[in-house]
Every structure is written in structure tokens, then in C-alpha cells.
């Protein structure tokens, strides 16, 4: 009866919910709308200015080389705010008639906007990218970017930082084999991974380890005297990625494991030194190295842990430091994984996010010399100021926990023990990684299947 | 919510109404709908064209394109929905969502029959209050609910130190980390969630029900149980299947809570499909194929609850 047209009722309800569920989860696919306004969203409540009204008042005070106002619009990634801030300041005291337009967002959200805000029809002049295909490869492929070869010599790039490193931000002309080719990018901070410690707790124990080896005796003898040897926080996936990446890098040559995130032909996981590796990070979660529950919990819970006294060690990136330096004081150390079977101190490193020039940059030169502020030498002491690690020497005298990172970065440099990210080797490298660090982590499988499992992801891109 | 005073329960609501379509559209002489009557439906119908039809025939065209969002697209055909059928990650996130299912919408409504049966006999002190409270889950953003309840499963939360101090300390994990428990976990969040939306709803309906039905099932000599099941519930038909409905559709399309939550692990434990569409569009860039997974949660979706209504609507036909 009239339950009839109630239901009927009832039913194009349902399908007008279905409708709308779909169009929500798909509108991600129509990205020139909806990023167009987002940029301009962003560029309205842009709060950045300060930098560009202090621009105006130094212009206004150094009046005989003025040439025409050009304002150089930046889109970077929030970590760099404090980097920006002083960069932009030196940049127009050296060109006056130079402003800036700074645009920041969060890591996520900048990987998710940033090439559809590049091939919009207002693009910045100077972006940050991220190494490997899902974001570099793609700025190369839709011709977004300038190539810097000609930079690169101009101001002796190459020379500085050294030609393997900077490999990490080469791709060919037609953006689909990585690590050769044409530079498109560079940034001078190195983001290492290291060994933070706990002074007190190791000092208790014994003292530094000189050999990857002995390092292995003192987790042993921190699990020995009750404490937690290794704090880790797995909830992400990744966290552990970086712990294996040492291990990895202490068994096996820093080349071999950059020809394979590079996708050389013929490159795998599946070597003697690398199950000797997974081997051992096996042998570590077995014997309960690891604070329990580590899949359950979060990175950054891991890392106020580790400040409250929770771990004789911490393997994470440089990245932390700041944070460490002001929770635990002078109690903080760090140091390079030292020397393993692989002969030489390596490790999972890389320089931070490449500054990249647009291809409808207005003035690509002045561009290029505002990249070249960021990455030269005399910057590199501010970058200290700001808590970076600059993979170019600097004669500034750092003190505190920061010297031990500059040192411990040094000491990988050195023996070109740079391993790169692995996940940068395909696209679906991150979830893959991220899924089997916490399946080994977890026991759901051995050292031997996520090495098959990784590689059978590398094979699916590479084979 | 309808006003239910005492002095309109005694006609049966519902039943005695005119059917609503005769109130619906006005009619010419010759009993047709007038051409005029569209243009009234143009506003709602431009916008439901724009913000729905439009994306949805676009994604639907994207499934069978190879696109980054950058270059240019090129045409692949079922390319990418052999690829969905053929991952074994996609089809155990199919699966999860199913099991989710069971969280969202079974166990929620089980249990809001059961409170609403026993409700129709016992009188509960301070309902409007009870309610309001129950109801607070449902209009929280999710992004919050989730990361309190991240708070509540974390290894040093209250949720294990609650159980540390009744002594169940052998019980308490690492919730959403446990290969085991982190689903269901998740889970028990989705039936915390949906549980107010739908004991709302049913309370509501039971106040529809004429006291006349449970004065003559009582003087037929029915106990509180059989009351239940020749009263209450196919009373409450129509509650129930908007609460399928709503509950399935919030199981399916679960996002938030694992983006927050979980980001589908341990290992790909709690995946759910919407989780593929993010990666997809978002992180390898592979437009078509977040697409292609989007049309076929949305098949999916719509299977589910025209079954729902099907359902129903075989029930009233028998009835």
C-alpha cells in the first residue's frame, strides 16, 4: 500500500547517496579545478608577507641600484620556513629590487598539490619536487621544469656536492629512467639517517661501538640490563624502513643499493649480503630489541618516548635533532652506524627535497642564482642556525648534539656510503615497504619473503 | 523529528494518510502532470547535474584512460579494471569492507532493536538525555573521533590501562598494530559511531507504534519477547532499512577513520578500497585506475542497497 512509494522513496535516496559517495571519491581526478582553487586559496591566506614588506623598505633605502621590481614566487615545503626566512632576507639585501611571494604547505598536502599547482596557469617560479617517479618523473614528463646542467657548471655544483650525489635529482629528457641523464633539481641539506643514543644509558653499558659489530654487542647488553635497546614507533611503516636501511647498509656496498633504487638492469634485494642483513633485523625482532606493540605505535610517540628516557638507542633521521636537542639536552648523542661487513660507513641518506626552476619562470637566471644562495657554502653556516644539517662542509663552529650529526654525515659522505631512500625505486615502492616492514616486524613473515616481496614489486616496474 | 504528543498515536499515522504522490505533483484536468511542473525541478536538477552527474560520468570516462594528471591521457580500455580484479590487495580490501560491514551496520542495529524492544515495556528514567548523549558520536568529524580513538588503542592508552587494573593485563596490545585485532578494533569504532544514528531512529519509531498493538498483543497473552518480534519489528521495518541503508553506505566508503587510524595497516590488514582511490589519484598517480576502483565501489555500493530494498520491498508485497 503506501509502503510501496515509500520505499521507492526509500530507493532514490539511495541511489542519490551512491551518486554523491562517488563523486567525492573521484573528484580528486578532475585536478584542474579543484587545485586552481586551491592556489588561490593558498595565495590569499598566505600569511608569509613580512618577508616581502621588509623587501620594500630595504628597497626603498638602497635607491641607485635599483632596476625594475621582481617579485620571485616560491612554493615549498612548511619544514623549509625558517631556511626561507633567511634566505629571502640575504637574497634582497644582495638585489634590492627582489620580493618574495612564499607559499608553504605540509608534506602531505604539498605532495598532493604540488603538480597540479606547476601545471596550472599560475605557476610559482621556484618549487620544491621529490626525488624519484611519482613527483620529479612527473614534473620532467609534462616539461614543468627546467634542466640546471648549465647552472651546474656555472656555479660548480658538481664539484661540491660531489657528481654521484647529486645523481638522486637526475632523470632523462623524457622523465622515465631515474638517476641518469639531465639535473632538474638540487637542495644542499643532507637528511641522514644516524644512530641517536641516550649518553646516561649507554655510558652504563660501555662506550661508543667503532664496528657495527660491537654495536650489535651493545643492543644485546642493553636487552641484558632491562632497557628498551632500540626505540622505534612502527605505526607508519616507514620508521622501521629507515632501521632495516642500516642494516642493510652495514652488510652490503652503498653502490650495489643505489644501482637498485636507481633501477639498473638486473639490480635485486635478493643477494647473500642482503639475506644477511634481513637475517639480522630478524634476529633483533626476535630478540626483543624493539619496544613491544611496535607496529601500534606512532613515530612521533616513538621519538617523546625516547626523550623520556624510554631506549638506549634510536635510529632515525637527522631530521630530529632539533627536537631531541631541546627534550634531552646534552644527554642526546648521535652517531654513524659504524663499520660493518660492507666495509664502509653508509647508510639510508639523501639530500633533502630539490629546489626545482619552472619552465615559465619569469627570469629562470635570477631563479637559479636564488637556488645557488640556498645551496652555497656561506649558507650553509645559517643553515646550522636553523637546525639543517648542510651536506657541504662549513667552517662554523657547531656545538652540542648538531656537531655529532654534521660529523656523522660527514663520516657517510666520506666513504660515499649514501644509500638513497628505497622507496624511491618504483611508484607503489612506499606502500609496499611500509606494509612488509610491519609484516616482518610483526612475525607475519621471515627476512627471506620480504626480500622475495620487495623485489617483486621492483621486477612489476623494472622486469 | 515528528512532535508525538499522546493525542496523535491513536489513528494509525502513517496508514491513514493520503499517499504522498497525490500531494506531490499538481495535476491538469486530465489527471496528467503538467510540462510546467518540470521547471520547478530545473534549480535542484542543475545542481545535482553539476556536482554529482557531472564527476561521476567523468570519473567513469577517466576508468578507461592511462592518465598522471599531467601528460596526456591515453585510452587503455578495461585495462585498469583488469588490473583491479587481478590485485589480490584490491579484492582483500573488497573483503575488508565487507567485514566492516558486520561493524557499521549488524551490530549496531542488533543492538538497537534489542534496547528499543526492551524499551517499549520498561520506562527508562531521563531518555531525552540518554539519547542526545548516544547521539553525540554521530555528528563528531570523523578525523576527531579517529584520533581519540587512536588515543584509546595506543599501547600506553587508557583503554590497556583499564585492563591492567582489573587484571587483565595478558589481554592488553597494541590494538592497531595486532595483526589479529586491528580490524576489529577499527571496527568497534564504526559501531560506536552509527550506534546513536540508529538508536535514535528506531526510538523514534517505536513511539509511531499505536499502544493499542502492544495492549492487544499483551491481552493475546504475548511475553516480552514474542512482543518484540510481532510488534515491534515489523513496525520498525522502515526505520530499519534506512538504517541499512546509511550504515552500509558509511561501512563501504570508510576513509577517515583508517586514513587516521591505521593507513591500512599492519601490513594491509585494515585496506579498504577508498584507500586504493587515495593512493591511486594521490601517491603513484595513476588516475585511471583510483577511478576504475572508484566506479566499482560504487557498483558495489548500489548492489548492496538496492538488495536492501529489494528486501523490503518483498516483505511489504507479502505482507
Request: some cysteine; glycine content about 10%; overall charge negative.
Amino acid at each position: 500500500m503506501t509502503n510501496v512509494s515509500h520505499s521507492r522513496m526509500l530507493r532514490i535516496l539511495a541511489v542519490i547517496l551512491a551518486f554523491m559517495l562517488l563523486s567525492a571519491a573521484c573528484s580528486g581526478g578532475d585536478d584542474d579545478s579543484t587545485v586552481a582553487a586551491d592556489d588561490d586559496a593558498m595565495a590569499a591566506a598566505d600569511d608569509d608577507t613580512a618577508a616581502a614588506a621588509d623587501d620594500d623598505a630595504m628597497a626603498a633605502a638602497d635607491d641607485d641600484t635599483m632596476a625594475d621590481p621582481v617579485v620571485l614566487d616560491v612554493l615549498a615545503e612548511a619544514g623549509d620556513e625558517a631556511t626561507l626566512e633567511l634566505a629571502t632576507a640575504q637574497f634582497t639585501e644582495m638585489y634590492p629590487h627582489v620580493s618574495f611571494n612564499i607559499t608553504l604547505r605540509a608534506f602531505d598536502d604539498y605532495m598532493q598539490i604540488a603538480p597540479g599547482i606547476l601545471s596550472s596557469d599560475d605557476p610559482p617560479d621556484v618549487a620544491h619536487g621529490n626525488q624519484g617517479y611519482t613527483i620529479d618523473g612527473l614534473l620532467v614528463q609534462g616539461g614543468l621544469i627546467l634542466p640546471l646542467d648549465d647552472y651546474a657548471e656555472q656555479y660548480g655544483w658538481v664539484e661540491a656536492f660531489g657528481d654521484g650525489t647529486l645523481d638522486q635529482y637526475r632523470f632523462t629528457e623524457d622523465g622515465t629512467d631515474f638517476g641518469n641523464g639531465v639535473l632538474w633539481g638540487i637542495n644542499g641539506v643532507a637528511e641522514f639517517v644516524g644512530v641517536y643514543y641516550n649518553k646516561e644509558k649507554l655510558g652504563a653499558l660501555g662506550g661508543l661501538p667503532s664496528t657495527f659489530e660491537e654495536f650489535d654487542g651493545l643492543l644485546a647488553a642493553a636487552k641484558d640490563a632491562g632497557e628498551v635497546p632500540i626505540q622505534l614507533g612502527n605505526a607508519e611503516g616507514w620508521p622501521a624502513l629507515h632501521v632495516y636501511g642500516m642494516v642493510e647498509a652495514a652488510y652490503r656496498p652503498a653502490a650495489e643499493i643505489r644501482d637498485w633504487v636507481f633501477g639498473e638492469p638486473g639490480a635485486t634485494v635478493v643477494t647473500d649480503t642482503e639475506r644477511q642483513a634481513a637475517a639480522k633485523f630478524e634476529e633483533w625482532r626476535d630478540n626483543g630489541y624493539f619496544p613491544e606493540g611496535v607496529n601500534g605505535i606512532a613515530y612521533d610517540d616513538s621519538v617523546a618516548n625516547f626523550i623520556a628516557g624510554e631506549g638506549v638507542f634510536m635510529i632515525a633521521g637527522n631530521w630530529n635533532t632539533a627536537t631531541l636537542d631541546e627534550g634531552m639536552g646534552a644527554n642526546a648523542g648521535y652517531f654513524a652506524m659504524p663499520v660493518g661487513p660492507s666495509g664502509i660507513v653508509g647508510g639510508t641518506a639523501a639530500l633533502a627535497l630539490p629546489w626545482h626552476i619552472t619552465t615559465s619562470a619569469e627570469d629562470p637566471d635570477l631563479a637559479a642564482e636564488f637556488i645557488n644562495l640556498l645551496v652555497s657554502e656561506e649558507f650553509a653556516d645559517d643553515l646550522a642556525s636553523v637546525g639543517r644539517v648542510a651536506a657541504r662542509s662549513s667552517d662554523t663552529e657547531i656545538e652540542g648534539l648538531l656537531a655529532e650529526v654534521t660529523a656523522g654525515a660527514a663520516a657517510v659522505i666520506a666513504d660515499e656510503g649514501v644509500t638513497l631512500y628505497a622507496d624511491w625505486a618504483t611508484p607503489t615502492m612506499f606502500d609496499t615497504l611500509t606494509a612488509k616492514t610491519q609484516e616482518l616486524l610483526g612475525g607475519q613473515i621471515d627476512g627471506e619473503q620480504f626480500l622475495n616481496d620487495v623485489q617483486a614489486d621492483w621486477d612489476a616496474a623494472n622486469g | 523529528m515528528e512532535p508525538s504528543g499522546p493525542g496523535d498515536r491513536s489513528p494509525r499515522g502513517r496508514a491513514n494518510r493520503p499517499p504522498r504522490a497525490d500531494r506531490a505533483a499538481p495535476r491538469g484536468p486530465a489527471g496528467r502532470v503538467q510540462p510546467v511542473a518540470y521547471l520547478y525541478l530545473l534549480p535542484a536538477f542543475a545542481f545535482f547535474a553539476v556536482f554529482a552527474v557531472a564527476p561521476l560520468v567523468h570519473a567513469f570516462k577517466l576508468s578507461f584512460y592511462e592518465w598522471n594528471g599531467i601528460t596526456d591521457q591515453s585510452w587503455v580500455g578495461l585495462d585498469n579494471y583488469v588490473t583491479v580484479f587481478t590485485d589480490p590487495k584490491v579484492r582483500a580490501a573488497l573483503w575488508n569492507s565487507v567485514i566492516l560491514i558486520v561493524f557499521y551496520a549488524v551490530l549496531p542495529i542488533s543492538v538497537a532493536l534489542a534496547v528499543v524492544g526492551l524499551m517499549a515495556r520498561v520506562r527508562i528514567r531521563g531518555r531525552t538525555a540518554f539519547r542526545a548523549v548516544l547521539f553525540v558520536p554521530t555528528i563528531l568529524p570523523l578525523t576527531v573521533v579517529a584520533v581519540a580513538w587512536r588515543w584509546v588503542y595506543a599501547p600506553d592508552g587508557p583503554l590497556n590501562f583499564g585492563l591492567d587494573l582489573i587484571g587483565l593485563d595478558f589481554v592488553s596490545r597494541a590494538w592497531l598494530g595486532d595483526f589479529t585485532f586491528a580490524l576489529p578494533s577499527m571496527g568497534m569504532v564504526g559501531t560506536w559511531v552509527t550506534f546513536g544514528l540508529v538508536f535514535v531512529l528506531f526510538a523514534a519509531g517505536v513511539q509511531k507504534i499505536p499502544p493499542e498493538l502492544y495492549e492487544s498483543a499483551r491481552l493475546d497473552g504475548a511475553g516480552i519477547i514474542r512482543e518484540f518480534f510481532a510488534v515491534t519489528l515489523p513496525e520498525l521495518r522502515g526505520e530499519i532499512t534506512v538504517a541499512m541503508i546509511l550504515t552500509v553506505t558509511a561501512a563501504l566508503r570508510n576513509f577517515d577513520l583508517v586514513f587516521v587510524m591505521t593507513r591500512g595497516g599492519p601490513g594491509t590488514n585494515t585496506e579498504v578500497p577508498s584507500m586504493f582511490i587515495y593512493r591511486s589519484v594521490f601517491q603513484i598517480r595513476e588516475i585511471g585506475l583510483g577511478a576504475a576502483i572508484g566506479v566499482i565501489l560504487m557498483l558495489e555500493l548500489l548492489a548492496v542497497n538496492l538488495a536492501v530494498l529489494w528486501y523490503r520491498r518483498r516483505g511489504d508485497l507479502s505482507a
